[in-house]
């Protein structure tokens, strides 16, 4: 169902932007002569985006888990098809073929044999239980836990069987232990990190090993060079090298591209979208993906404290201005925190159709009225609100821009304050700016696993600094429904539960989602063998990839 409903979003968008340049998705390059300035067995990628750690368990950002799919390795994970496959483990446990027990509360992974870290050592079951301990090693600055805190030991009978027992049943456990999830943790290598009482500020978070294709030799502000893994056990890749510089900004990355100084830009920006075309020798793969855009409401403030505000600025925010003018058609309108293409989707949910008129009655309601200068007042003091976002994206400030303008048609006086991503997205201990609640308003997006659990946004006990629920919101009614999504596993249960909480959300917004996006990458047609997974990272299979 999934990959039908996608499929035809994708068919109606071809229609709409017919005749431009190259779009493919799942792509094929479509041009089969070679670029005089591609490099043979070297692919050159650029993002916008620094990673703030290389080891995804300390990192934050959706660019530490997609480097981390070339240099390490999970017990599961996503192909094109957005099918879970086995990989550190041989098979994906079910109750079927005996990996979940009937109490849902011992779940078995028969490990693969013969894979190596790649400094030669054998990859075992001593490794999973490590990472495991590393996850909730107090000491450790772990953006989330969840999941991993509900398994009450595991055994390992043998070097290539590990068997988990949860304090109590938990529906996303398969999917998300050492799995495509929010918390996309690889495996680490026991043998090379046991010394160390905590990992936060080793030498392998900058230069990290793992079984992956390809190996990290050198990460310099950045720049991060990686060379094919020799020993690796699918087989040796196909590319020897791989080079990932970051650009200062959209501008900068688009600029290399057209200059043929990379081959790969990837997660282009929308707002860029008109100038991704007609590039000599490149083709765009555009795709939908698990990762929504939303404005996030920091309840902690009085003036966001009050529903009738949060609702106020909803209906001020025209999301279909937004999607037209800043990503140019590209990203999807939504009413919920789950795509329209998920089997948890429900369409029965409080909507918000621009109405600056609606917007005006409510903060009228809330006591905030408007003077003559334009802006509303409470006892003497403005409503003015700080949107912190992203530095360097086109997509986020050009947004910000929109935003501004429509809240201001309000009486609404909104500042702008961005920060790079690392700095925005660290951890509480690292000086994030939203763990730490420095903002009112966060235009801010969530990359999520295939399943639709995203309880670590919204669970009361998972306010910082227990976990991300940066909007100090708190419901027990939503918590409730979160907890029985959480320990159904059937679909249907699973279904009914998620449409409560969608409705609970949209009702009391402690976000406001504005769309889905459908990422796009600018490849050059030289690269063969790129099929985008559709959620978490699409760098599932880099083994097979040519230049």
């Not at 406001?512 to 990272?537: C, E, G, H, M, T």
């Amino acid at each position: 169902m999934k990959r039908v409903v996608a499929a035809a979003i994708l068919s109606a968008l071809a229609v709409s932007v017919a005749g431009c340049a190259h779009i493919a998705w799942p792509a094929r390059a479509v041009e089969t002569h070679a670029n005089s300035w591609t490099h043979e067995g070297v692919l050159r990628m650029v993002g916008s985006t620094k990673p703030d750690n290389l080891n995804p368990l300390l990192g934050t950002q959706v660019i530490d888990t997609d480097l981390a799919m070339f240099w390490g390795a999970y017990l599961l994970t996503l192909d094109s098809s957005s099918d879970m496959r086995p990989e550190l483990a041989v098979a994906m446990p079910t109750v079927e073929n005996g990996g979940v027990s009937a109490d849902g509360r011992r779940i078995t992974y028969r490990l693969r044999r013969g894979v190596r870290w790649q400094d030669g050592e054998p990859f075992t079951a001593a490794d999973v239980v490590y990472t495991w301990r590393q996850v909730m090693n107090p000491r450790n600055d772990v953006g989330s836990r969840q999941g991993y805190e509900l398994v009450r030991k595991i055994d390992t009978p043998n070097p290539y069987t590990v068997v988990v027992h949860l304090r109590h049943k938990w529906a996303p456990f398969v999917a998300t232990f050492f799995a495509m999830s929010a918390t996309t943790y690889p495996i680490l290598p026991k043998h090379v990190l046991s010394e160390y009482a905590n990992i936060n500020d080793v030498p392998f978070n900058a230069v990290p090993l793992g079984t992956g294709p390809f190996r990290v030799v050198s990460d310099e502000n950045g720049a991060i060079k990686m060379e094919a893994n020799r020993s690796y056990w699918r087989g040796q890749p196909k590319i020897r090298e791989i080079d990932f510089t970051v650009a200062p900004s959209d501008d900068d990355a688009l600029d290399l591209v057209k200059q043929h100084k990379v081959d790969f830009y990837l997660d282009a920006a929308q707002a860029l979208e008109p100038q991704l075309h007609g590039i000599r020798g490149m083709t765009v793969y555009l795709y939908p993906f698990t990762r929504f855009t939303d404005i996030g409401f920091n309840l902690a403030r009085p003036q966001l404290h009050d529903l009738r505000v949060r609702r106020a600025l909803a209906y001020a925010t025209d999301r279909d201005q937004l999607i037209t003018h800043v990503t140019h058609g590209v990203n999807l309108p939504t009413n919920s925190d789950q795509p329209a293409f998920s089997w948890a989707h429900s369409d029965d949910v409080h909507k918000y159709p621009y109405d600056p008129r609606l917007a005006g009655r409510l903060l009228d309601e809330a006591g905030w009225r408007l003077h003559a200068d334009g802006l509303r007042y409470r006892h003497g003091n403005p409503l003015q609100l700080i949107m912190v976002g992203v530095s360097g994206s086109s997509t986020t400030t050009d947004a910000e821009q929109w935003i501004k303008l429509q809240w201001r048609e309000v009486g609404v006086d909104l500042i702008v304050r961005n920060y790079s991503s690392d700095k925005l997205y660290s951890s509480r201990a690292a000086g994030g700016v939203e763990q730490l609640g420095h903002f009112d308003v966060a235009f801010e997006e969530w990359a999520n696993g295939v399943d639709p659990d995203e309880s670590q946004l919204f669970l009361c006990s998972l306010r910082p600094p227990a976990g991300w629920n940066i909007y100090n919101y708190c419901d027990r009614a939503l918590d409730a429904a979160e907890q029985r999504a959480l320990t159904d596993y059937g679909r249907s249960a699973r279904r009914a539960d998620y449409q409560r909480v969608q409705a609970l959300l949209t009702g009391d917004l402690p976000i406001f989602v504005i769309w889905f996006q459908q990422r796009q990458d600018v490849v050059n047609v030289d690269l063969r063998n790129y099929k985008p997974a559709k959620a978490v990272s699409p760098f599932w299979n880099s083994w097979q990839w040519e230049i």
